[in-house]
Structures are given as structure tokens and as C-alpha cells.
């Protein structure tokens, strides 16, 4: 019986330490929110193209690689693609569209919306 007994205290303990580690939790520690997101000076030169740079896609997208027929190493040619869909639509793995990169991960929400940001400003040669 005496075995019993420190089972049932060794149980009420855990539980009581359980629920006391989660005490001082609140909905900000457990949920973090995504930090901001500066889009408020967008350039292609020191943004779009960064983006596009660190995300490989100059790799496949070189004018002497050109994966797909798709060139983006200058302005002309990224503008081209902003301008019919096509990049906003890969980048977002919009339906319909090739998703980029290709067998890779989506780019960061706020990358995306750099890229958005900049085609929302008319794709200024920046």
C-alpha cells in the first residue's frame, strides 16, 4: 500500500510541474509574430536583383544557361517578366505557373513582397 502512495505522490508532483512550467507562457511567447517587412525602398539594383541573386535563380537564368528560355540578369529582362505575371506567379507558386526556384523552397513571405512592392511601383530601373 505504502508503494501505492508514492506512485499517486510522484504523479500529482509531474503534473503540478507540468502545468507550472506553463504558467508564465502567453499567446505572444508561444505565436511570435513575423517580424516586419520593409518595403518602403524597394530597388531592383539593391533589392529585386539581390533577391534573385541569393536565391539562385541568376544560376539557371543567365543569359548563357537560360533554363526555360527565361533570362534574368538585367533589368530588361526581369521587367519583362514582371510585366507578364510570370515572376510574381512563380515566386508565389501561384496556379498555373512553374513554381520557383524550381525543387526548391518558396522565398520568404517578405521577399515576395519586395518583389511585389517593386512591380507595384511600375519596375523603376533602380
Known amino acids: 500500500m505504502n508503494h501505492l502512495k508514492w506512485r499517486l505522490a ?3 508532483f509531474l503534473n503540478l510541474s507540468l502545468l507550472a512550467g506553463c504558467a508564465s507562457d502567453n499567446e505572444e511567447d508561444l505565436n511570435p ?4 517587412c520593409d518595403t ?3 530597388t531592383f539594383s539593391g533589392t ?3 533577391i ?3 536565391n539562385g ?6 543569359a548563357a544557361s537560360a533554363s526555360g528560355g527565361v533570362i534574368l540578369d538585367s533589368h530588361a529582362e526581369v521587367k519583362k517578366r514582371a510585366d507578364d505575371g510570370r ?6 507558386h501561384a496556379s ?3 513554381p520557383m526556384p524550381l525543387g526548391g523552397t518558396k522565398l520568404s513571405d517578405c521577399d515576395i513582397a519586395k518583389v511585389k512592392k517593386w512591380i507595384d511601383n511600375g519596375t523603376p530601373n533602380n
Do not use: F
Request: aromatic share 4%.
Open 10 to 12: 510522484l504523479l500529482c
Open 33 to 36: 509574430k513575423p517580424t516586419d
Open 40 to 42: 518602403s525602398a524597394v
Open 48 to 50: 529585386v536583383n539581390a
Open 52 to 54: 534573385l541573386q541569393a
Open 57 to 62: 535563380c541568376k544560376n539557371c537564368h543567365a
Open 87 to 92: 515572376l510574381l506567379g512563380a515566386i508565389t
Open 96 to 98: 498555373g505557373y512553374t
